[in-house]
């Protein structure tokens, strides 16, 4: 238990950093310009509670899986974090694209590389804190 929860929350803290910065570096602005367009629909500011606990809950899954997968390094987290966390964001942004007019395949491209990125980033993370308590 303590090995899952240590991998979850370095998953996490990675998952978080690199959010933050693609938050502000990317989302913020689409944020403002959706907001604009469909006022009613987006909120004024994301609701950083459920954000947190949705990348907790990632993270959680990742970590588990990955334990039992044996993508217990550096690189195999990395490497594996990519589809992981591409693939689970790839299929609800194509959900979303099927319901939410205001959704563009153009979105949904940069949000799947994005957060196949993330994944690398925390899936690095999970791997390296499950190969130092080998």
Same mark, same amino acid.
């Given at each position: %238990? $303590? $090995? ?27 944020? /403002? ?18 954000? =947190?606990?949705?990348?907790? /809950?990632?993270?959680?899954? %990742? ?5 039992? %997968? ?19 964001? %790839? ?7 099927? =319901? ?12 799947? /590389? ?17 190969? $130092?308590?080998?």
């Amino acid at each position: %238990m $303590k $090995k899952l929860i240590l991998t979850t929350l370095a998953g996490f803290v990675a998952s978080f950093i690199f959010g933050s910065i693609s938050y502000f570096l990317y989302y913020e602005k689409l944020m /403002v310009a959706l907001m604009e367009k469909y006022p009613a629909s987006i909120k004024t500011e994301p609701d950083l509670m459920i954000g =947190m606990g949705a990348g907790l /809950v990632q993270s959680l899954l %990742m970590a588990y899986s990955f334990d039992k %997968m044996n993508f217990n390094t550096l690189k195999s987290g990395a490497l594996n974090g990519i589809w992981f966390a591409g693939g689970i964001w %790839m299929i609800a942004n194509l959900n979303n694209l099927s =319901m939410l007019s205001f959704y563009e395949t153009s979105f949904v491209i940069t949000d799947t /590389v994005i957060s196949a990125a993330l994944g690398a980033f925390a899936g690095a993370a999970i791997g390296w804190t499950l190969d $130092k308590q080998k």
